[in-house]
């Protein structure tokens, strides 16, 4: 038992319940209170990031009741390094929408904070069920906090979105319904013991259920067939939260990182990787897809929202390989990719508020104010989201190249990768050039200046690429020991042994 | 019981579906909870259907598992929540949009037949 586990969760919760009833406080006390929550939960953070170093599992068990029985809260070192992923994003992000996005709508920081506890317990969560529970809480706050800032643009993307997810939780019920009708048990260690002894006419339930999560986590995901309300969403969705939004894909990825290497891993007998050879194919069509967004996008934020996609297919082809290289260069661009993406979102809505009417869309337009430092922003992260050299997204693909060396999968990767990463590189080219060079003599009304907390926060995220290249012995030491640890699932269900407070152990 | 108890899940989500498949938004929500009626019940039924059996493991040769029971409560509540919600934002697409097409408008109007240009006697 180890209670530094709830931190994650009950920060953002106790922050969030605060701001419900301080809607008609002061702005200035709302913002100290609900920045001062998100800097905790970073706090909290790196805590579990140094306690989950040393490659041991810690559990937190609710009521302490004995694992399997109650629900169980699991530290390990994937979990500590997605905390950690979405604290320092958040930050940001909160720093960024402080600087006047969070205007409008009383609820804003308290939707912020809660969707952060929902994210927090999905990345802790040792239980399928909690997990469902989790992604609930995470949607309903990304539901208010999409339509924040109001207008007629945001209801039709937002209403195709709450639909979809809808639709997705009851898949996922169902399949939780199916592998529990069989094995008896939710618990994520239980069920790795329980699936691997499934025989019989058992197994046609406990595989379709498996599939039918694989289904839902796609949709959260966003791979192909369910990816096309993510752009429309994405790119209509206020800039701060947009960005915060870099994660949720992840979160996805996170379920099938969880799910498929500890209950259908190399040891669930009959059922040992399950899905997976469909999962690499579809993973390099949803990059293709992307990229094909990506060129064909007429705004920045269009165009980064199709990089989310991008990503999502160069994570899940490794991820879908599972080779303990190709995890760990995974999730060293998971971690690239999430930071660079975010700040993008926040460049994209620096540079639209200073291009009067013509917004973000790529087109020619008089020439903005602060175009040095808004174009050196720009210029980092599509170097990063790109993959070009010297920055961090460059070695997340060589890493990730270089994890599959022979075979078919090697030609197709590569191939797929690479002419895709080429052509991503000529649309950010593309938009660049027409933004920030290719203007036009005309009249700009003049607008607000830059403030210092918006500029702050997208070129704090943005030079997170430059800091991931500096530390990245570090950080790929760390991936390594997380591919090798999520491997090795007999550990994992070692947890259901630990001693509750109480017992002689 | 079981075949009637499949033959009502089969019933609800098959018309759930059908009935998300429209393009209305009152359809949607309409089918929306009805798939989630069919999802509970199902849920329900994966802990095994037995009638007058205790809920303890151990006291007699066949149980009542209560564990499907917390989580179906706990699905019908979140669910309650989210069809809260879609209402609302379904009337605020209606609202916003003047129509109540999933898309916020319809994606083609049959244009409305042009009325001949008077003949003048000149």
């Not at chain 1, 309903?140 to 209801?155: E, F």
């Not at chain 1, 080779?323 to 930071?339: D, I, N, Q, V």
């Not at chain 1, 070695?395 to 999968?409: D, H, R, Y």
């Not at chain 2, 929540?81 to 209402?87: D, E, I, N, R």
Request: net charge neutral; hydrophobic share 55%.
């Amino acid at each position: 038992m180890n209670h530094w586990l709830t931190a994650p969760v009950l920060i953002p919760l106790l922050g969030g319940i605060l701001q419900a009833f301080m809607g008609y406080a002061p702005i200035r006390l709302r913002r100290t209170l609900a920045l001062a929550t998100t800097v905790l939960m970073l706090v909290s953070a790196i805590v579990l990031l140094v306690m989950a170093s040393d490659g041991n599992y810690r559990i937190y068990a609710f009521g302490n009741w004995q694992p399997p029985f109650g629900i169980v809260l699991v530290l390990d070192r994937l979990a500590a390094l997605m905390l950690i992923m979405t604290a320092i994003l958040a930050l940001f992000c909160h720093l960024f929408a402080i600087g006047g996005a969070d205007e409008g709508n009383r609820q804003f920081h308290g939707l912020f904070l809660f969707q952060l506890m929902g994210l927090n317990i999905a990345f802790l969560t040792g239980d399928l069920f909690n997990l469902f529970v989790a992604f609930e809480v995470l949607l309903i706050a990304s539901y208010g906090l999409l339509m924040h800032g109001g207008g007629t643009i945001r209801t039709v993307p937002g209403l195709h979105y709450v639909v979809l997810n809808l639709i997705g939780s009851a898949v996922f019920l169902i399949s939780v319904g199916m592998i529990y009708s069989v094995t008896g048990t939710l618990n994520m260690a239980d069920l790795a013991v329980k699936v691997s002894q499934v025989s019989g006419e058992g197994l046609s339930i406990v595989k379709a259920g498996g599939m039918m999560l694989l289904v839902v986590f796609g949709l959260k995901a966003a791979i192909l067939p369910l990816c096309f309300w993510l752009p429309r969403a994405y790119s209509k969705a206020t800039a701060p939260v947009a960005a915060l939004f870099a994660v949720m894909t992840k979160v996805g990825i996170y379920a099938i990182l969880r799910v498929y290497l500890l209950i259908f891993g190399d040891d669930a007998g009959e059922l040992a990787n399950l899905g997976m050879d469909w999962l690499f194919p579809i993973a390099l069509a949803t990059l293709a897809m992307g990229v094909i967004g990506a060129l064909g996008s007429g705004t920045l934020k269009t165009l980064v929202a199709w990089q989310v996609i991008i990503s999502v297919g160069t994570l899940l082809a490794p991820i879908a390989l599972g080779s303990e290289a190709g995890l760990s260069a995974a999730l060293f661009y998971l971690l690239s990719t999430t930071w660079t993406v975010g700040g993008l979102f926040l460049v994209s809505e620096l540079v639209a508020n200073q291009r009067g009417s013509a917004k973000d869309r790529i087109i020619t337009a008089p020439k903005m104010q602060s175009r040095t430092f808004l174009s050196v922003l720009f210029l980092v992260g599509a170097v990063a989201a790109a993959g070009l050299p010297p920055l961090s997204g460059f070695f997340g693909k060589v890493l990730i190249l270089q994890s599959v060396e022979s075979g078919t999968e090697m030609a197709w990767l590569w191939s797929v990768l690479l002419t895709g990463s080429f052509l991503t590189v000529i649309a950010y080219s593309r938009a660049g050039s027409i933004v920030f060079w290719r203007t036009v003599d005309g009249h700009l009304d003049k607008p607000d200046p830059l403030n210092g907390r918006v500029s702050v926060a997208a070129g704090a995220l943005t030079a997170l690429a430059i800091v991931m290249v500096v530390l990245a012995g570090p950080i790929m030491a760390y991936t390594d020991a997380t591919a090798a640890q999520l491997h090795n699932s007999d550990a994992y269900i070692e947890i259901l042994q630990t001693p509750m407070v109480g017992e002689d152990s | 019981m079981e075949l009637v108890f499949a033959l009502v899940i089969g019933a609800l989500t098959s018309s759930g579906v059908y009935l998300i498949l429209r393009a209305r938004t009152f359809p949607v929500v309409v089918g929306l909870t009805l798939l989630s009626y069919g999802v509970n019940l199902f849920l329900f039924s994966s802990g095994r259907l037995a009638t007058g059996q205790q809920p303890i493991i151990g006291t007699a040769a066949s149980y009542s598992d209560p564990l499907p029971q917390a989580l179906v409560l706990t699905a019908i509540v979140i669910g309650f929540a989210m069809t809260a919600f879609v209402v609302v934002l379904s009337l605020r697409n209606l609202a916003d949009n003047e129509d109540d097409h999933v898309d916020g408008k319809q994606p083609y109007k049959s244009p409305a037949p042009e009325e001949e240009s008077e003949v003048t006697g000149k």
